[in-house]
């Protein structure tokens, strides 16, 4: 008999998230889970990592969770309170590595749409749309998109592409006028993590969660996912469990089991 999980998804994404950033490196950070794993990672692993703000706190050593990216726990000890100005123009500039992301629907190339599902004229649903997903998902060098995974959302064609992957595939960012180098890096679904291929720049498999198949994983996806041995994503210790109650106290996100 499989043992009981002793930790909730939430925790596992959290952390699954937290340890691919690397320490010394800057992240363009949103409201909700990619806080949570960006803070986590500055609290243990990466206790030099840069969390920049789209309302314009520059590295932050942010106490407990905000409540969206403008909460005045995004200036708590900053290098600097600036602007949304000032900010997007550090993506220009090239100097943003990571980007969080998410997504209502995936193609095999790492586009994104958060536009519309349907027609674009006679929608079946109006999203969000980008606000600075496009942005991020252009300038950034390395773009991690979290999001549910199920055969309507991991689609073979976009019916819009609110931000950029590698387009229609290799070349075709550089193609574009985007910069070079850029581009999507990870997906973190609720299966597990897909990276990218270097020459296909098609979404390939890299990671599991325990107790999650390779048929479960295709099943949940309109396009093929190449078959392949990976290992199982690494579940949250002990004490990432205890520094994520720390940083979300109320279970704003982080919920109880």
């Known amino acids: 008999m499989a043992e009981m999980a002793t930790y909730t998804p939430t925790e596992l994404l959290a952390c699954v998230a937290a340890h691919i950033l690397e320490d010394g490196k800057s992240i363009f950070v949103g409201t909700g889970l990619p806080m949570i794993a960006s803070m986590l990672a500055q609290r243990t ?11 314009g706190g520059v590295g932050p050593q942010v106490p407990v ?9 995004t200036f708590h000890r900053a290098v600097a309170a600036s602007s949304m100005h000032d900010v997007m123009s550090t993506l ?9 992301l998410g997504a209502a629907a995936i193609d095999p190339y790492g586009n994104i749409n958060t536009t519309v599902i349907g027609d674009w004229e006679r929608p079946q649903v109006r999203l969000p749309g980008s606000g600075g997903a496009n942005d991020i998902g ?14 309507r959302r991991f689609v073979n064609k976009l019916p819009f592409i609110t931000t950029p992957g ?3 595939g290799p070349g075709a960012r550089e193609a574009a006028g985007l910069p070079e180098g850029t581009g999507p890096y990870r997906v973190i679904t609720q299966l597990g993590v897909y990276g990218f291929d270097e020459t296909t720049k098609r979404l390939k498999l890299i990671s599991r ?15 093929e996912i190449a078959p392949a041995e990976v290992p ?22 982080i919920k109880g089991r």
């Open 209 to 223: 969660h325990p107790g999650v198949t390779i048929e479960e994983i295709q099943a949940n996806s309109e396009f």
């Open 138 to 151: 252009s300038l950034c060098w390395r773009t991690i998109i979290m999001m549910r995974q199920d055969k």
């Open 232 to 253: 199982e994503s690494t579940p949250p210790t002990p004490e990432e469990q205890r520094l994520l109650r720390e940083i979300d106290p109320s279970g704003m996100v």
């Open 65 to 73: 969770l905000p409540i969206s990216v403008g909460d005045s726990r």
């Open 45 to 55: 692993h990466a206790p030099n990592l840069l969390i920049v703000f789209e309302a």
């Open 92 to 100: 220009q500039n090239g100097y943003i590595d990571y980007g969080f």
């Open 166 to 168: 590698y387009l229609t």
